[in-house]
Each structure stands twice: as structure tokens, then as C-alpha cells.
Nanobody
Framework: QVQLVESGGGSVQAGGFLRLSCAAS????????MGWFRQAPGKEREGVAA???????KYAYFVEGRFTIFRDNAANTVFLEMNTLKPEDTAMYYC?????????????????????WGQGTQVTVSS
């Protein structure tokens, strides 16, 4: 069952912009905190940004001030706007959803909780 569908990835030059989208099922969207994680080849997965049902947000330190996560409730969609992209931002970006944990804890260890995952969208940033 497809519950989270990402889109918007692509290839950009350093300093560029991308907006990722995650379309969620109504049930998931209306009950879950949502967020974005990324994983580059040979690297561990890392939390990028998360947003709860009250629109409280949390960002990884390495994207603070560059990325923005927000929810469009009418569209059951979460976005990640990525500004001033760097080559080290290159990764597969995964949308995720969960119920209950703090955003800090979830970003650090999503597998410790009941997390739903999308299939991912590739972001490539060239220098």
C-alpha cells in the first residue's frame, strides 16, 4: 500500500534550489508527524527536518537556515524547500511519518519508533 510518495528531486548546481514534495494518505497525514531523511551511498541515514501536527519544526544543524519544511494540509502534502544546496547534500531523500515521538528523538533514531517510509527521491548537487 502506497502511503507516502515523494517527488521533486533532481540535479542542480551548488547554490541552487529544489523543492521536494511528499504526498501522504489522508490517514497518515492527519495523524502523524512527518519529516525528511536522507542517505548518501556509503553513508548512514540522517534526519534532515521534521514537522508535527502543530507545525512545530525541527532541523538538523547542517541544514538550519537553508532548508524549510512545511505542511499543506489541504493537499495532505509536506514539502522540503532546499536552498543554497551544497554537494554534501547529495543523497536519496526519504519522506517519513510517525506518531508520538519528539521530533528530536525521531530525527536521531527513526527506527526506534513506528515509522512509515516513502520510496525516496534523488537529489544530486554538483560543484
Amino acid at each position: 500500500q502506497v502511503q507516502l510518495v515523494e517527488s521533486g528531486g533532481g540535479s542542480v548546481q551548488a547554490g541552487g534550489f529544489l523543492r521536494l514534495s511528499c504526498a501522504a494518505s489522508g490517514y497518515i497525514y492527519s495523524t502523524c508527524s512527518m519529516g525528511w531523511f536522507r542517505q548518501a551511498p556509503g553513508k548512514e541515514r540522517e534526519g534532515v527536518a521534521a514537522i508535527d501536527l502543530n507545525a512545530w519544526t525541527k532541523y538538523a544543524y547542517f541544514v538550519e537556515g537553508r532548508f524549510t519544511i512545511f505542511r499543506d494540509n489541504a493537499a495532505n502534502t509536506v514539502f522540503l524547500e532546499m536552498n543554497t544546496l551544497k554537494p554534501e547534500d547529495t543523497a536519496m531523500y526519504y519522506c517519513a511519518a510517525t506518531v508520538g515521538p519528539s521530533l528530536d528523538a525521531w530525527l536521531q533514531q527513526p527506527d526506534a519508533f513506528n515509522t512509515y517510509w516513502g520510496q525516496g527521491t534523488q537529489v544530486t548537487v554538483s560543484s
